[in-house]
């Protein structure tokens, strides 16, 4: 690797880096906003959104130039490819962020309910672990801890599913609280889908690591065993 190859890839890690730790500080204020009915930290989350969509579009661009001027290969060039998907990845987290402040805010216009049985903290804070859990195993390339934030998943896919059980159970006991079971049916959705970004960055953890695309892995052994 040339030297200022190498002065570009550690440009980029700072930059993606600073990208995820903007991430876990919105998911974890939006999460702190919701559990305790704060508006205003709702808002901060919702305002701050644009900082990291500006982020994401700095490390395109470094990325795209450092493909261009350097025209890395090998694990460089993995590298670069990895950070460029993960680099979106983490800005759809900042997104689902807001959204997450966002139903906050429209809770905080409503009636007040009790969330307790939902879960959503304990939702959320496994939700947190694993985008930890993936831009750790980015910075070590390590992709035992990446399959970990894989299986970690399965805990968040199965309270999704009991948030979604509670809420039917509760909107058919008082239909006038359909506004706010709404509100919390939403927030469950938007941290399951964290935790799917999350695997994601993890799967691409693994490509930099191995070379080795995991996504579609069942679609392509569907298509395998229907030709076999």
Known sequence: MSVLLNKQIEKIKRMVLAQGALVEQALHRAVQAVE???ADLARQVVDR??????AEVDIEEECLATLALHQPVAHDLRFIVSVLKI???????GDLASNVASQCLALCELSLINLRPFGLPEMASQAQRMVKQALDALVEVDPDKANEVRRMDDLVDDRHREVYAIVERYVREDIDKMPQLMRVQNTARQIERIADHAVNIAKNVIYLAKGEIVRHRRARAKVAQGHG
């Open 87 to 93: 680099n979106s990845e983490l800005e759809r987290i």
């Open 36 to 38: 305790h009915r704060d």
């Open 49 to 54: 959104d644009a900082q990291i969509d500006l």
